[in-house]
Protein backbone atom coordinates (compact mmCIF):
# COMPACT_ATOMS: atom_id res chain seq x y z
CA UNK A 1 0.00 0.00 0.00
CA UNK A 2 1.36 3.58 -1.67
CA UNK A 3 2.21 6.26 1.13
CA UNK A 4 1.96 9.84 -0.01
CA UNK A 5 3.90 12.80 1.34
CA UNK A 6 7.59 14.77 0.46
CA UNK A 7 9.87 13.25 -1.66
CA UNK A 8 12.21 16.09 -1.55
CA UNK A 9 12.79 19.68 -0.08
CA UNK A 10 14.44 23.08 -1.50
CA UNK A 11 14.70 26.31 0.15
CA UNK A 12 15.60 29.79 -0.84
CA UNK A 13 16.78 32.97 1.65
CA UNK A 14 17.69 36.08 0.62
CA UNK A 15 21.35 37.42 0.37
CA UNK A 16 20.91 39.67 3.12
CA UNK A 17 20.28 40.50 6.56
CA UNK A 18 20.05 42.64 9.80
CA UNK A 19 21.55 41.81 13.24
CA UNK A 20 18.66 41.74 16.04
CA UNK A 21 20.46 43.08 18.28
CA UNK A 22 21.42 46.20 15.92
CA UNK A 23 17.49 46.53 15.59
CA UNK A 24 17.37 46.21 19.21
CA UNK A 25 20.24 48.94 19.78
CA UNK A 26 18.17 51.47 17.20
CA UNK A 27 14.62 50.63 18.87
CA UNK A 28 16.18 51.11 22.23
CA UNK A 29 14.80 47.61 23.10
CA UNK A 30 16.78 45.18 25.39
CA UNK A 31 18.57 42.97 22.78
CA UNK A 32 17.75 39.54 25.48
CA UNK A 33 14.40 40.44 25.40
CA UNK A 34 14.30 39.88 21.89
CA UNK A 35 17.10 36.43 21.78
CA UNK A 36 15.44 35.20 25.39
CA UNK A 37 11.99 35.82 25.10
CA UNK A 38 11.39 35.76 21.21
CA UNK A 39 14.10 33.85 19.82
CA UNK A 40 15.27 36.44 17.08
CA UNK A 41 18.55 36.60 16.26
CA UNK A 42 18.61 37.41 12.67
CA UNK A 43 16.18 38.48 9.71
CA UNK A 44 16.06 37.75 6.68
CA UNK A 45 15.80 40.55 4.08
CA UNK A 46 15.23 40.72 0.41
CA UNK A 47 17.17 42.56 -1.76
CA UNK A 48 15.96 45.52 -4.21
CA UNK A 49 15.67 42.78 -6.87
CA UNK A 50 14.21 40.08 -5.09
CA UNK A 51 10.22 39.38 -4.38
CA UNK A 52 8.19 36.66 -3.59
CA UNK A 53 7.92 35.42 -7.48
CA UNK A 54 12.06 35.46 -7.29
CA UNK A 55 11.94 33.32 -4.02
CA UNK A 56 9.92 31.15 -5.51
CA UNK A 57 11.20 30.99 -8.64
CA UNK A 58 14.81 30.00 -6.88
CA UNK A 59 13.21 27.46 -4.60
CA UNK A 60 11.69 25.50 -7.76
CA UNK A 61 14.96 25.40 -10.02
CA UNK A 62 17.29 24.20 -6.86
CA UNK A 63 14.66 21.73 -6.38
CA UNK A 64 14.07 20.44 -9.62
CA UNK A 65 17.79 21.17 -10.54
CA UNK A 66 19.01 19.05 -6.93
CA UNK A 67 16.73 16.15 -7.85
CA UNK A 68 17.36 15.57 -11.32
CA UNK A 69 13.74 16.17 -12.04
CA UNK A 70 11.98 15.60 -15.17
CA UNK A 71 9.60 19.07 -15.59
CA UNK A 72 7.29 17.21 -17.63
CA UNK A 73 6.24 14.93 -15.11
CA UNK A 74 5.29 17.74 -12.79
CA UNK A 75 1.41 17.81 -13.01
CA UNK A 76 0.80 20.74 -10.69
CA UNK A 77 3.11 24.04 -8.86
CA UNK A 78 0.70 25.32 -6.37
CA UNK A 79 2.09 28.35 -4.49
CA UNK A 80 0.78 29.80 -1.29
CA UNK A 81 1.60 33.35 -0.55
CA UNK A 82 0.03 36.54 0.76
CA UNK A 83 3.10 38.58 -1.02
CA UNK A 84 1.61 38.12 -4.26
CA UNK A 85 3.25 40.53 -6.97
CA UNK A 86 -0.29 40.91 -8.90
CA UNK A 87 -3.87 41.04 -7.89
CA UNK A 88 -4.58 38.87 -10.86
CA UNK A 89 -1.97 37.14 -12.20
CA UNK A 90 -0.85 34.43 -10.51
CA UNK A 91 2.52 34.43 -8.44
CA UNK A 92 3.32 31.08 -9.49
CA UNK A 93 3.40 32.15 -13.34
CA UNK A 94 5.65 34.25 -12.64
CA UNK A 95 8.00 31.68 -10.52
CA UNK A 96 7.59 28.76 -13.52
CA UNK A 97 8.14 31.34 -16.30
CA UNK A 98 12.25 31.92 -16.15
CA UNK A 99 12.35 28.63 -14.75
CA UNK A 100 10.86 27.17 -17.97
CA UNK A 101 13.09 28.80 -20.12
CA UNK A 102 16.29 27.85 -17.84
CA UNK A 103 14.94 24.39 -18.58
CA UNK A 104 14.09 24.82 -22.20
CA UNK A 105 17.45 23.80 -23.73
CA UNK A 106 17.36 20.01 -21.87
CA UNK A 107 13.57 19.43 -22.09
CA UNK A 108 12.21 21.87 -24.75
CA UNK A 109 10.13 24.94 -25.23
CA UNK A 110 7.15 24.98 -22.88
CA UNK A 111 8.10 22.28 -20.58
CA UNK A 112 5.53 22.87 -18.23
CA UNK A 113 2.76 23.51 -20.58
CA UNK A 114 0.90 20.44 -19.38
CA UNK A 115 1.12 21.65 -15.87
CA UNK A 116 -1.32 23.31 -13.82
CA UNK A 117 -0.07 26.21 -11.68
CA UNK A 118 -2.23 28.41 -9.32
CA UNK A 119 -1.85 30.66 -6.07
CA UNK A 120 -3.72 29.89 -3.22
CA UNK A 121 -4.04 32.78 -0.23
CA UNK A 122 -5.25 31.92 3.07
CA UNK A 123 -2.49 34.01 5.32
CA UNK A 124 0.18 32.33 6.43
CA UNK A 125 -1.22 29.01 6.36
CA UNK A 126 -2.19 29.17 2.36
CA UNK A 127 0.61 26.66 1.29
CA UNK A 128 -0.62 23.95 4.02
CA UNK A 129 -3.84 24.53 1.90
CA UNK A 130 -1.95 24.05 -1.57
CA UNK A 131 -0.18 21.03 -0.04
CA UNK A 132 -3.14 19.28 1.03
CA UNK A 133 -4.80 20.18 -2.30
CA UNK A 134 -1.87 18.65 -3.70
CA UNK A 135 -1.88 15.29 -1.82
CA UNK A 136 -5.29 14.89 -2.79
CA UNK A 137 -4.74 15.04 -6.18
CA UNK A 138 -1.74 12.45 -6.01
CA UNK A 139 -3.50 9.78 -4.55
CA UNK A 140 -5.87 10.50 -7.13
CA UNK A 141 -4.06 8.74 -10.03
CA UNK A 142 -0.65 6.76 -11.17
CA UNK A 143 2.95 8.40 -10.93
CA UNK A 144 1.73 11.95 -10.14
CA UNK A 145 3.97 14.09 -8.71
CA UNK A 146 3.25 18.16 -7.77
CA UNK A 147 5.41 20.35 -6.26
CA UNK A 148 4.19 23.20 -2.96
CA UNK A 149 6.41 26.22 -3.21
CA UNK A 150 5.39 28.32 0.18
CA UNK A 151 7.45 31.99 -0.96
CA UNK A 152 6.61 35.30 1.12
CA UNK A 153 8.17 38.11 2.90
CA UNK A 154 6.73 39.51 5.92
CA UNK A 155 6.99 43.46 6.30
CA UNK A 156 6.01 45.63 9.17
CA UNK A 157 5.79 49.51 9.88
CA UNK A 158 9.25 50.57 10.98
CA UNK A 159 9.42 50.92 14.82
CA UNK A 160 6.21 49.02 15.23
CA UNK A 161 5.52 45.99 17.27
CA UNK A 162 5.53 43.70 14.25
CA UNK A 163 9.34 45.22 13.21
CA UNK A 164 11.80 42.27 14.63
CA UNK A 165 9.81 39.18 13.74
CA UNK A 166 10.00 40.41 10.11
CA UNK A 167 11.52 37.49 7.12
CA UNK A 168 11.52 36.07 4.04
CA UNK A 169 12.31 33.20 1.81
CA UNK A 170 10.59 30.61 0.06
CA UNK A 171 10.61 26.23 0.65
CA UNK A 172 9.36 24.18 -2.42
CA UNK A 173 8.48 20.80 -1.37
CA UNK A 174 8.21 17.50 -4.06
CA UNK A 175 5.04 15.67 -2.91
CA UNK A 176 4.34 12.08 -4.59
CA UNK A 177 3.41 8.61 -3.52
CA UNK A 178 5.89 6.53 -1.84
CA UNK A 179 7.95 9.66 -0.28
CA UNK A 180 11.69 9.15 0.87
CA UNK A 181 11.42 12.38 3.60
CA UNK A 182 7.82 12.35 5.42
CA UNK A 183 4.50 10.61 4.69
CA UNK A 184 1.55 12.22 5.66
CA UNK A 185 -1.59 10.94 7.30
CA UNK A 186 -5.39 11.54 5.97
CA UNK A 187 -6.75 12.79 9.29
CA UNK A 188 -7.02 16.39 9.06
CA UNK A 189 -8.25 18.67 11.35
CA UNK A 190 -9.89 22.52 11.07
CA UNK A 191 -10.52 25.29 12.94
CA UNK A 192 -12.04 28.54 11.06
CA UNK A 193 -13.48 31.74 11.72
CA UNK A 194 -13.68 34.75 10.01
CA UNK A 195 -11.98 37.61 12.18
CA UNK A 196 -9.98 40.64 11.75
CA UNK A 197 -6.63 40.04 13.67
CA UNK A 198 -4.28 40.72 10.53
CA UNK A 199 -5.24 41.70 7.68
CA UNK A 200 -3.69 43.68 4.42
CA UNK A 201 -6.42 46.18 2.69
CA UNK A 202 -6.61 48.04 -0.71
CA UNK A 203 -6.35 51.25 0.82
CA UNK A 204 -8.25 54.14 -0.79
CA UNK A 205 -7.31 57.60 -1.46
CA UNK A 206 -9.34 60.32 -2.83
CA UNK A 207 -6.89 62.40 -4.87
CA UNK A 208 -7.63 65.75 -4.87
CA UNK A 209 -7.00 65.03 -0.74
CA UNK A 210 -3.76 63.24 -1.10
CA UNK A 211 -2.95 66.47 -3.75
CA UNK A 212 -3.88 69.04 -1.45
CA UNK A 213 -1.99 67.23 1.48
CA UNK A 214 0.86 67.14 -0.87
CA UNK A 215 1.22 71.02 -1.69
CA UNK A 216 -0.10 72.11 1.81
CA UNK A 217 3.02 70.11 3.38
CA UNK A 218 5.22 71.80 0.81
CA UNK A 219 3.53 74.80 0.89
CA UNK A 220 2.98 75.39 -2.93
CA UNK A 221 0.65 76.24 -5.09
CA UNK A 222 -2.08 73.85 -6.51
CA UNK A 223 -0.59 72.85 -9.82
CA UNK A 224 -3.07 72.06 -12.74
CA UNK A 225 -3.58 69.30 -14.74
CA UNK A 226 -0.66 69.84 -17.11
CA UNK A 227 1.99 70.02 -14.27
CA UNK A 228 0.40 66.90 -12.54
CA UNK A 229 0.52 64.38 -14.90
CA UNK A 230 -1.35 61.64 -15.99
CA UNK A 231 -2.21 60.31 -12.84
CA UNK A 232 -3.58 62.93 -11.58
CA UNK A 233 -5.69 64.33 -14.64
CA UNK A 234 -7.10 60.41 -14.96
CA UNK A 235 -11.11 61.05 -14.98
CA UNK A 236 -10.87 58.40 -11.61
CA UNK A 237 -11.15 60.10 -8.46
CA UNK A 238 -10.03 57.16 -6.05
CA UNK A 239 -6.40 56.35 -5.81
CA UNK A 240 -6.31 52.23 -4.51
CA UNK A 241 -3.16 51.25 -2.51
CA UNK A 242 -1.99 48.26 -1.99
CA UNK A 243 1.13 47.99 1.30
CA UNK A 244 2.72 44.93 2.12
CA UNK A 245 2.77 46.04 5.90
CA UNK A 246 -0.35 44.83 7.29
CA UNK A 247 -3.07 46.15 9.96
CA UNK A 248 -2.84 44.02 13.23
CA UNK A 249 -3.48 43.42 16.35
CA UNK A 250 -1.05 41.23 17.68
CA UNK A 251 -2.51 40.02 21.04
CA UNK A 252 -5.74 39.32 19.34
CA UNK A 253 -3.86 37.31 16.33
CA UNK A 254 -1.93 35.14 19.39
CA UNK A 255 -5.56 34.70 21.26
CA UNK A 256 -7.05 33.72 17.66
CA UNK A 257 -3.95 31.41 16.90
CA UNK A 258 -4.35 29.48 20.46
CA UNK A 259 -8.51 29.47 19.59
CA UNK A 260 -8.37 28.23 15.95
CA UNK A 261 -5.45 25.43 16.77
CA UNK A 262 -7.60 24.72 19.89
CA UNK A 263 -10.32 23.80 17.55
CA UNK A 264 -8.42 21.82 14.85
CA UNK A 265 -6.80 19.57 17.49
CA UNK A 266 -10.71 19.03 18.67
CA UNK A 267 -11.88 18.74 15.26
CA UNK A 268 -8.43 15.98 14.80
CA UNK A 269 -9.69 13.99 18.32
CA UNK A 270 -13.10 13.49 16.84
CA UNK A 271 -12.44 12.23 13.42
CA UNK A 272 -9.43 9.65 15.44
CA UNK A 273 -10.41 8.95 18.26
CA UNK A 274 -6.99 6.97 19.43
CA UNK A 275 -5.20 9.86 18.28
CA UNK A 276 -2.62 11.23 21.79
CA UNK A 277 -1.01 14.14 21.37
CA UNK A 278 1.56 13.66 23.83
CA UNK A 279 2.75 10.58 22.01
CA UNK A 280 3.62 13.30 19.33
CA UNK A 281 7.95 13.14 19.08
CA UNK A 282 8.54 16.32 17.32
CA UNK A 283 5.81 19.68 17.44
CA UNK A 284 6.33 21.73 13.17
CA UNK A 285 4.15 24.98 13.75
CA UNK A 286 3.69 27.99 12.13
CA UNK A 287 6.29 30.54 13.71
CA UNK A 288 5.52 34.08 13.58
CA UNK A 289 8.39 34.05 15.64
CA UNK A 290 11.11 31.04 16.95
CA UNK A 291 9.48 30.89 20.19
CA UNK A 292 5.58 31.49 19.29
CA UNK A 293 4.77 27.33 19.11
CA UNK A 294 6.40 26.72 22.79
CA UNK A 295 4.20 29.98 23.97
CA UNK A 296 1.10 29.47 22.13
CA UNK A 297 0.68 25.19 22.61
CA UNK A 298 1.45 25.83 26.92
CA UNK A 299 -2.49 25.63 26.89
CA UNK A 300 -3.20 23.06 25.00
CA UNK A 301 -0.36 20.97 27.04
CA UNK A 302 -1.96 21.96 30.29
CA UNK A 303 -5.13 19.63 28.90
CA UNK A 304 -3.31 17.10 27.56
CA UNK A 305 -1.67 16.31 31.04
CA UNK A 306 -4.76 16.46 32.87
CA UNK A 307 -5.76 13.35 34.68
CA UNK A 308 -2.32 11.77 34.66
CA UNK A 309 0.48 11.95 37.14
CA UNK A 310 2.60 14.37 35.40
CA UNK A 311 -0.12 16.98 36.32
CA UNK A 312 0.36 15.46 39.96
CA UNK A 313 4.09 16.43 39.29
CA UNK A 314 3.38 19.87 38.14
CA UNK A 315 1.35 20.82 41.11
CA UNK A 316 3.39 19.52 43.34
CA UNK A 317 6.45 22.08 41.69
CA UNK A 318 4.22 24.98 40.81
CA UNK A 319 1.84 24.80 43.49
CA UNK A 320 -2.46 25.35 42.63
CA UNK A 321 -3.64 27.51 40.01
CA UNK A 322 -6.80 28.38 41.79
CA UNK A 323 -5.27 31.45 43.75
CA UNK A 324 -3.39 33.23 40.64
CA UNK A 325 -4.31 31.70 37.42
CA UNK A 326 -1.61 33.88 34.90
CA UNK A 327 0.80 33.76 38.04
CA UNK A 328 0.46 29.91 38.00
CA UNK A 329 0.71 29.74 33.80
CA UNK A 330 3.94 31.95 34.15
CA UNK A 331 5.04 29.39 36.54
CA UNK A 332 3.92 26.64 34.47
CA UNK A 333 6.26 27.57 31.33
CA UNK A 334 9.56 27.62 33.54
CA UNK A 335 8.81 24.46 35.02
CA UNK A 336 11.02 21.71 34.77
CA UNK A 337 8.56 20.09 33.02
CA UNK A 338 7.58 21.87 30.41
CA UNK A 339 10.83 22.90 29.26
CA UNK A 340 11.41 19.28 29.25
CA UNK A 341 9.07 19.30 26.71
CA UNK A 342 9.90 21.96 24.70
CA UNK A 343 13.95 20.77 24.60
CA UNK A 344 12.22 17.34 24.00
CA UNK A 345 9.60 18.33 21.59
CA UNK A 346 9.98 21.55 20.03
CA UNK A 347 13.45 23.53 20.39
CA UNK A 348 15.06 21.97 17.53
CA UNK A 349 12.34 23.16 15.26
CA UNK A 350 12.99 26.69 16.11
CA UNK A 351 16.60 26.84 15.01
CA UNK A 352 16.09 28.15 11.18
CA UNK A 353 13.20 30.83 12.62
CA UNK A 354 15.51 32.31 14.82
CA UNK A 355 18.13 33.17 11.98
CA UNK A 356 15.75 34.13 9.48
CA UNK A 357 12.23 35.53 11.06
CA UNK A 358 8.69 34.88 9.99
CA UNK A 359 8.39 33.69 6.68
CA UNK A 360 4.64 33.94 6.40
CA UNK A 361 3.31 30.47 4.63
CA UNK A 362 6.78 29.12 4.61
CA UNK A 363 7.44 29.36 8.26
CA UNK A 364 5.90 26.05 9.26
CA UNK A 365 7.73 24.28 6.31
CA UNK A 366 11.19 25.78 7.52
CA UNK A 367 10.43 24.43 11.38
CA UNK A 368 10.31 20.94 9.41
CA UNK A 369 13.71 22.09 7.59
CA UNK A 370 15.20 23.06 10.64
CA UNK A 371 14.63 19.68 12.31
CA UNK A 372 15.45 17.81 9.77
CA UNK A 373 19.22 19.49 9.28
CA UNK A 374 19.53 20.11 12.64
CA UNK A 375 18.75 16.13 13.37
CA UNK A 376 21.29 15.30 11.04
CA UNK A 377 23.78 17.46 12.08
CA UNK A 378 23.39 16.61 15.62
CA UNK A 379 23.35 12.54 14.61
CA UNK A 380 19.62 12.15 15.55
CA UNK A 381 18.22 9.50 13.82
CA UNK A 382 14.11 10.58 13.49
CA UNK A 383 13.34 7.13 11.79
CA UNK A 384 9.93 6.84 12.37
CA UNK A 385 9.43 9.14 14.68
CA UNK A 386 5.52 10.77 14.30
CA UNK A 387 5.46 14.58 13.66
CA UNK A 388 2.22 17.18 14.98
CA UNK A 389 1.78 20.05 12.32
CA UNK A 390 -0.01 22.78 14.00
CA UNK A 391 -0.50 25.54 10.98
CA UNK A 392 -2.53 28.59 11.41
CA UNK A 393 -3.33 31.49 8.89
CA UNK A 394 -5.14 34.66 9.82
CA UNK A 395 -8.34 35.75 9.57
CA UNK A 396 -8.85 32.85 10.29
CA UNK A 397 -7.67 29.41 9.94
CA UNK A 398 -5.78 26.39 11.79
CA UNK A 399 -5.06 23.29 10.30
CA UNK A 400 -3.23 19.97 12.31
CA UNK A 401 -1.95 16.67 10.53
CA UNK A 402 0.23 14.29 11.37
CA UNK A 403 3.37 12.92 9.36
CA UNK A 404 6.21 10.37 9.99
CA UNK A 405 9.44 10.53 8.88
CA UNK A 406 10.48 8.03 6.59
CA UNK A 407 14.56 5.52 6.76
CA UNK A 408 15.10 7.20 3.72
CA UNK A 409 14.64 11.04 4.99
CA UNK A 410 18.21 11.68 4.74
CA UNK A 411 19.06 10.79 1.26
CA UNK A 412 15.81 13.11 0.22
CA UNK A 413 17.46 15.82 2.12
CA UNK A 414 20.64 15.43 1.00
CA UNK A 415 21.32 18.05 -1.69
CA UNK A 416 19.14 20.90 0.73
CA UNK A 417 21.93 23.48 1.49
CA UNK A 418 20.52 26.11 3.92
CA UNK A 419 23.00 26.01 6.15
CA UNK A 420 25.52 27.12 3.17
CA UNK A 421 23.00 29.75 1.89
CA UNK A 422 22.96 31.18 5.73
CA UNK A 423 26.76 31.14 5.92
CA UNK A 424 26.68 33.42 2.51
CA UNK A 425 24.39 36.46 3.49
CA UNK A 426 25.55 39.69 3.74
CA UNK A 427 25.01 41.75 6.71
CA UNK A 428 23.42 45.11 6.51
CA UNK A 429 23.54 47.83 9.11
CA UNK A 430 20.36 49.68 10.13
CA UNK A 431 20.92 52.65 7.68
CA UNK A 432 20.41 50.49 4.90
CA UNK A 433 17.80 47.91 6.20
CA UNK A 434 15.62 51.27 7.19
CA UNK A 435 16.94 52.22 3.40
CA UNK A 436 15.84 48.72 1.95
CA UNK A 437 12.53 49.12 3.55
CA UNK A 438 11.64 52.22 2.62
CA UNK A 439 12.68 51.89 -1.39
CA UNK A 440 15.33 54.29 -0.63
CA UNK A 441 17.89 51.72 -1.87
CA UNK A 442 17.37 51.40 -5.25
CA UNK A 443 20.67 49.10 -6.38
CA UNK A 444 20.99 45.60 -5.22
CA UNK A 445 23.21 45.74 -2.93
CA UNK A 446 24.14 41.59 -3.63
CA UNK A 447 24.83 40.16 -7.25
CA UNK A 448 25.17 36.24 -7.63
CA UNK A 449 23.82 33.75 -10.38
CA UNK A 450 20.14 33.69 -8.84
CA UNK A 451 16.98 34.08 -10.40
CA UNK A 452 15.99 37.94 -9.70
CA UNK A 453 13.22 40.68 -10.80
CA UNK A 454 15.20 42.37 -13.94
CA UNK A 455 11.96 44.51 -15.12
CA UNK A 456 8.95 46.01 -14.40
CA UNK A 457 7.24 47.62 -17.49
CA UNK A 458 6.67 51.36 -17.20
CA UNK A 459 6.28 52.49 -21.18
CA UNK A 460 4.44 49.75 -23.17
CA UNK A 461 0.41 50.76 -22.47
CA UNK A 462 -0.67 46.90 -22.61
CA UNK A 463 2.17 45.73 -20.61
CA UNK A 464 2.21 48.40 -17.51
CA UNK A 465 3.59 46.76 -14.32
CA UNK A 466 4.63 43.21 -16.07
CA UNK A 467 7.30 41.70 -14.30
CA UNK A 468 9.98 40.22 -15.63
CA UNK A 469 12.88 37.97 -14.18
CA UNK A 470 16.12 36.38 -15.28
CA UNK A 471 19.72 34.72 -13.96
CA UNK A 472 21.46 37.11 -11.98
CA UNK A 473 24.96 37.27 -14.17
CA UNK A 474 27.29 37.12 -11.07
Known amino acids: MSTYGIDAIAVYIPKLYLDIADLAEAREIPYEKLRKGLGLEQMALPDTDEDAASFAANALWKL ?41 PQYGNRCFKNCDVVDLTFACVGAVDAMQNCLDWVKGGQNRKAIVIASDLSKYELHSTGEYTQGAGAVAALITADPKIVCLGDTWGIGMQSVGDFFKPRRSFVKEDLLKELTDSAAISLPNSE ?6 SDPHRIVNVYREEPVFDGQYSNACYSDRITEALAHYKEQKSTANFMNWDYLVFHLPYAYHGRRIILRNWLDWIKDTPKYEALIAEVGNPDEDPKGWKRAVAKSSLYTKFVSDHIEITE ?106 ESEKETAIGLRTYAQNKA
Open 351 to 456: RASSVIGNMYTASIFMALVSLLMHAQEDGIDLTGKSLGFIAYGSGSKSKVFQGEVLPSWKAGIAKMDLKKQLQARKQVDIKTYQQLHTGAQQQPLVVSDDIVLTHI
Open 227 to 232: QTGSLW
Open 64 to 104: IDDNNLDPREIGRIYVGTESAVDGSKPTATYATEYVEQRLA
